[in-house]
Structures are given as structure tokens and as C-alpha cells.
């Protein structure tokens, strides 16, 4: 069973850093993608990053871009999502998710498998 489980969201003020994991179970990394999305109330969903799970490839929201870094450790079957210089607007639930794909995207319909979320508060 594919389960996937974020940690490492709070609360931080603007600026601040915080690092979010999301440890996988069930499958093995090398087939899969794994993306960053999140939500804010009242928003869809976006892509945040991914990284492909076969070369390493990695994508990043031009809203991110710089700021966040996306890693993961096959051996720990943990993708990690570093992010810093936090804004405000950065503020909402993140997901992680894999999908079974050499490809990573930042299309979450590609994506059948979700964590629960962890939630990311930055304040002003």
C-alpha cells in the first residue's frame, strides 16, 4: 500500500525558514515522481515542485523559484522541501503526492497518490 506522509509545517514569520518531509512507503522511489503542491483557503491547488524519482529532474513554481529546494534521499524514501525567505502568501496546506512516472509534473491530476498535509503559516 502506497502511503505518504508530510511533516514539518507550523508557524513562522515572514522571512524564516522551514523544512518539510515527506516520507513514502510502499513503493520504490526510482519508478515514481514526487511533487509539492499546496492550498490555500479559497484556492486551488498548485504545484509547488517535483522531482523525478529515475534522473533526479526537479521543477519549481516561478513563485518559489530561489527560495525553495527540493531533495529527496532514495535511501530514506523521503523527499524533503526546503523552503525559505518565507512570504505570507506562502501560507497554506502542502501536500506531497507520487505518481507512477519517469516524468515529474506540476499537474496534480497526474498524481494518484496524496499525504494528508501539513500546514505552513507565515506571518507578517
Known amino acids: 500500500e502506497v502511503q505518504l506522509v508530510e511533516s514539518g509545517g507550523g508557524l513562522v514569520q515572514a522571512g524564516g525558514s522551514l523544512r518539510l518531509s515527506c516520507a513514502a512507503s510502499?513503493?520504490?522511489?526510482?519508478?515514481?515522481?514526487i511533487g509539492w503542491f499546496r492550498q490555500a483557503p479559497g484556492k486551488e491547488r498548485e504545484g509547488v515542485s517535483c522531482?523525478?524519482?529515475?534522473?533526479?529532474?526537479?521543477y519549481y513554481a516561478d513563485s518559489v523559484k530561489g527560495r525553495f529546494t527540493i531533495s529527496s534521499d532514495n535511501a530514506k524514501n523521503t523527499v524533503y522541501l526546503q523552503m525559505s525567505s518565507l512570504k505570507p502568501e506562502d501560507t497554506a496546506i502542502y501536500f506531497c503526492?507520487?505518481?507512477?512516472?519517469?516524468?515529474?509534473?506540476?499537474?496534480?491530476?497526474?498524481?494518484?497518490?496524496w499525504g494528508q498535509g501539513t500546514q505552513v503559516t507565515v506571518s507578517s
Open positions: 503526492a507520487a505518481a507512477y512516472s519517469y516524468i515529474a509534473t506540476m499537474n496534480p491530476y497526474t498524481y494518484g497518490y
Open positions: 510502499g513503493f520504490t522511489f526510482d519508478n515514481y515522481a
Open positions: 522531482i523525478s524519482g529515475s534522473d533526479g529532474s526537479t
